[in-house]
């Protein structure tokens, strides 16, 4: 069975980069029929789209966050990773990787909260 | 961008009876929609894909329609485990997919 696991730090400063992994196991990053993404979601409210990627590398991100994102991809420890720069309390949220193959997500993390403060 | 918007923001049902959830879009999606099901402290779980398919394990309970701009999710009896927050969400504009707000099923 396909399990997802976000991991990272949990506190981020201001103007600092936010850095996280997710690890998967029970299959293959490697799979050509499916992308690996990131979505979050702020405390109390709903889910926004960041990012995938496929695991040949090529990227895509959504055009509101595109400047500050960078999606990863290491086949050779099955995981993939995200950076968001230049982080505010606004970025403050729950994190989660996912996999999707046209763009239902139908396997997620468990999620991982990351707080943006001094 | 396209803006996914849900109605109701909660909806009130009775367990037994039928819950009917709306998700309308701002312009066409086809029938690339999904909708979600999250619990508290959970992660959202993929209930319905391309507007009216049931992704694998999801009881029959649980029905998709429409195309286009309207999108129903039907819940036909209720169960306890069912009250939960519903999110619909567009894949047909990629990279950029956008959710609804979702709607909140409480217990009447």
């Known amino acids: 069975q396909l399990q997802l696991q976000e991991s990272g730090p949990g506190l981020v400063k201001p103007s600092e980069t936010l850095s996280l992994t997710c690890t998967v196991s029970g299959g293959s990053i490697s799979s050509s029929s499916y992308y690996w993404g990131w979505i979050r979601q702020p405390p109390g409210k709903g889910l926004e789209w960041i990012g995938s990627?496929?695991?040949?590398?090529?990227?895509y991100y959504n055009p509101s966050l595109k400047s500050r994102v960078t999606i990863s991809v290491d086949t050779s420890k099955n995981q993939f990773s995200l950076k968001l720069s230049s982080v505010t309390a606004a970025d403050t949220a729950v994190y989660y990787c996912?996999?999707?193959?046209?763009?239902?997500?139908?396997?997620w993390g468990q999620g991982t909260l990351v707080t943006v403060s001094s | 961008e396209i803006v996914m918007t849900q109605s109701p923001a909660t909806l009130s049902v009775s367990p037994g009876e039928r819950a009917t959830l709306s998700c309308r879009a701002s312009?066409?999606?086809?029938?690339?929609l999904a909708w979600y099901q999250q619990k508290p402290g959970q992660a959202p779980r993929l209930l319905i894909y391309?507007?009216?398919t049931r992704a694998t394990g999801i009881p029959a309970r649980f029905s998709g329609s429409g195309s286009g701009t309207e999108f129903t999710l039907t819940i036909s009896s209720l169960q306890s485990e069912d009250f939960a927050v519903y999110y619909c969400q567009q894949y047909n504009n990629w990279p950029a997919y956008t959710f609804g707000q979702g709607t909140k099923l409480e217990i009447k």
């Open positions: 996912a996999r999707h193959a046209d763009g239902a997500a139908s396997d």
């Open positions: 990627i496929y695991y040949s590398g090529s990227t």
């Open positions: 391309g507007a009216s």
């Open positions: 312009q066409s999606v086809s029938s690339n």
